[in-house]
Every structure is written in C-alpha cells, then in structure tokens.
C-alpha cells in the first residue's frame, strides 16, 4: 500500500504560519507519519494537483494500491483526482456545512465527501453529524491524533505531581510577559490602572527595554494620564461611531455621492486605530484574523531569547489568541476571580499566532480592568524547543480548556498523555476522552453560531457557552486537589495517561485505519 500525504503547511512552513487556518493540520500529518509508516510507503507531496496523478499511476502499474489522504477540510480538499483521496479532518460544530455559498460547491460539505466516497474524523461528534446529512451506510470513521506514544520518556521521568521546587524555561526566540513581574506593573489592576495601561503604551520607550515601568514613567503624565485617558476614549468612542453607524449609512443616501469634507487629524487617527484593532473582540461570534501589518498603539514587544521560572501550582493553555473559540477571557477572568488571594496559583498563555501585539495588548488591558489579584499570569509567546515544550509539561500541574468547540484539541490530549489532569468542559470531540475521572469538569450550555469559515456570518449550527461560575470552582476544587489530596491528584494522573493510551495511541490509531480501509496485516507487514 502506497500513501500520499498532503497538508497545505509544510514543515518548511510551520514556523511562520502558527495561527493560520489550517496550521494545525500539519501536526496532524506529522503524528500520523509512524502509524501510516507501519501500513505501508508513505510520501509527502507539497502540489498535489500535479504530483498525485503520475504517483498512482506508477503505483498502479507496479500493481500497489494507492490513497491520497489530503489533511485538510472539506471544502479545501482537491477533487477530480484519479487517486482515490480521503479527506482528513477535524470539525467542532453539532452540523457540517449542507450549503454551498459564493458560487462554490465545495462550500457544501455533502458535495465534497460524496465525492471522495468516504472520510477519516478525529471525533464522534463529527462522524455523527456527517452520518446525519449523508446517511448511516456512509464510510466515515474517527481516528484521532495518535499523539500519545511521542511522551513515552517524558511519562517515565519524575515530576508528574505539582511542582514543590521551580523549572526554569528556556525560550530562544520569544517574549514572556509576567504580572509578578514590576515591569508589567501599570497593567496590574489598581487605581486609574486603565489610564496607567494606555499612558504606558503611548509614553517613549527605550529601544532595549519596550516596556516601561510605572516607577520610571515620567510624574507629569502619570498625573495627567486620567484626563489624557478620557481624551482617548472619547476620541475611540467618535472613531467606532463613525465606523458602526455613519460610515455604513453614507453610501446608502439617494443621489449623487456626496462630497465628504477631510475629517480631522484626530478622527483620522482613531478611525485608522479603530479599522485596525477593536478591543476586545466579540466572543459570540466567530472571530478573523488581525490584519497583516498592523501597528496598533501599543508597545513593541520584540522577539528575544529569554527566560522563566515556574513553581506552585501551574495551570496552562495552549492556544491561538484570534480564533474566538479558544474563549481565552474566560479562562483568564474565572482564573484571577479564583485565585485573587492565592500568590502561588500560575496560569500560563502558551499562544501559537506570528502577529502577538495585538492579542498582548488585549490581554493585559483585560487585566488591567479586573479587581486586584496576587495569582500569577504569564503570557508566553514564542516557539519552544521539544526540550523546553517538556519542562512546560512538567512544570504544569493542569492543562486547561474553555473552548467553545474542539475538533479534537492537540494540546489537551498531548498534556493528558502526560499525565496532567484537565479543567475542560465536556462537550464536541472532548466528549470522547473528557470526564471527572480525567478533569474537573466545567458546564456548559448550547449556543447558536455560524460555521467557522463561512463570511455570511449565517447561524446555521450550534456551539457550547461556558458556564463561568462553573469554570471559577473547577479551577479552585483542581487547586485544592493538588494541594491537599496527592492521591486523589495521582489517581487522576494514572487515569488521564490510561485513558489517553486507549484513545490516542499509534496501536489503536494502526488497528483503526488498518480495519476501514480493509488493509491485509500480513500485507502491510
């Protein structure tokens, strides 16, 4: 058996595509390399509508069978291929796309898998919901990320329990932004802390030191920061007016186009800030991507090797900051709530997106408006070594997820492996491996929303909402369990491991794949 292997990211891609739609499929090919190695020959192709063909044609004729398993979704999957092609993908919603729009039937999920003839899913959810429009008979099969044999060594190493003695974390290229650090100090929630947050973005900074502490801030703008401040928000608030209301109606009044008359230098200003960044973003609806050069009125924090310690106990969170289903206000608002008196709780940010100012901005101007907490946040954007990746593995005593929807969640599974309980909510593919067994458990409701790819913004399917409340208690029962209650802690950390080897390991993913495309073994042998 021969298989041809396509993501749209390539490994000569990945490090400056994180946050990008789709980046994520290219960790998917790359787990799934042993697996299908073990099946048969595999090669990775980068053009698929030229490579493809000529590879199964000399397969055929060598007399090999041949597949084409595109790791891509749906509608971005190549069709009219001679090869036979399986897409390989992941969905978060309770319906796939049964539409088309823009003129591309593509768009139309239906339409792509009927002619694929069937489909390889990392979830239950999305193999029902695709049963539901194309019937039970249809060949669809959940096979999700065999990611859990690559953390054999780091499974064996000590140190599964909470830490009692720091990590130091190694970051080569990267910016770690810490609020027990005194730099971050006019972020930190206070007196006037907003106007403090917005004189320190503006105020000149240094060019080797982008962030500015309050201690050093020059004393006639501290003073006159509150009034600056309201400056700026009526400015922003004139910006975002024109923006929402006036901009839209203009176009629409009858007759000739009216000459526009040059707006002032401050409207422009804002206006420009405004189409640039909105803050924060609305968590309802599906979220896009910040624009590609965007330089909002922030400080620059600039890529450069540097360093951290973790201790206490670590909660962290893998994630892309754009994409709202990641839902990061709750998890960073219900954790401050909860730990707002307890100095040795950490939440740590791990964010995967080549643009970060804007998202860093956002975040601390987030806290900055929360009442006064002593729990530690550090935002930690840069890529880590597999070294560094583990000792982020070892140092965290709970991974964490707030999301509104999973396809599957690389990150959740991959620290579950680990053995590191969750705080999670149980719903979409975290419905297959998510219970009180492995986590402390957030509620959540259903929603409805648009399908995440679709501009018409149309509510077609649904998605969950957490249940903050929810979200702050399963935080602190997760805090005092690793503090007060070791076995039970160790209890849950065998059973995350045990369960995760039944769900995601290259033995089940090998029998799966092995049973739906009807591979003989002594064959693949």
Known sequence: MKFLVYSQVTAAQIAASLGLPEYSYYFVLRDFLPVLQQLGDVLVIEHPEVEVDPLYEAACTAGESCLFLSFSPPQKTPLGLRCPTIPVFAWEFSSIPNEHWLD?????????????????????????????ELGEAFPIISIPSPVWDKFQSLREQP????????????????????????ALEPYMPGLDAVAKAVAAARAPKPADNPIQTQATADSAEIANAPQQSRRQISRRYLGEWYLRVLRELLPSLPGPAPVQPPLPATVELVIEDCEQRLE????????????????????????SECNFALSGVVFTSLFNPYDGRKNWVDMLTAFCAAFKDTADATLVFKLGHHEYQSALNDM???????????CRVVLLQGFLDKAEFDSLIRASAFVVNASHGEGQCLPLMEFLSCGKPAVAPRHSAMLDYIDSEVAFVVDSWLDATAWSHDPRLAYRTLRHQIDWSSLVEAYRAAYQCAQDDPSRYAKM?????????????????????????????????
Not at 286 to 292: A, I, T
Not at 499 to 508: E, K, L, N, P
């Open 280 to 303: 924060p973003r609305n968590q309802v609806e599906p979220s896009s991507l910040p624009k590609s050069g965007v330089k909002p009125l922030t400080p620059e924090w600039h890529l």
């Open 364 to 374: 601390l101007m987030c806290m900055a408006r929360m009442p006064k907490f002593k």
């Open 159 to 182: 140190g599964a329990l909470p830490l009692h003695k720091s990590i130091r974390i190694q970051v080569r290229s990267g910016v770690v932004l810490d609020t027990h650090d005194v």
């Open 493 to 525: 950390s065998a059973a995350a491991i045990e369960r995760m080897r039944g769900h995601c390991s290259q033995a089940v993913a090998t029998q799966k794949l092995r049973q739906f495309l009807s591979i003989d073994e002594a064959v693949s042998q």
């Open 104 to 132: 591309e039937l593509n768009q139309d999920w239906r339409y792509v898998l009927q002619q694929c003839g069937q489909g390889i899913s990392h979830s239950d959810l999305t193999v029902q919901a695709v049963k539901a």
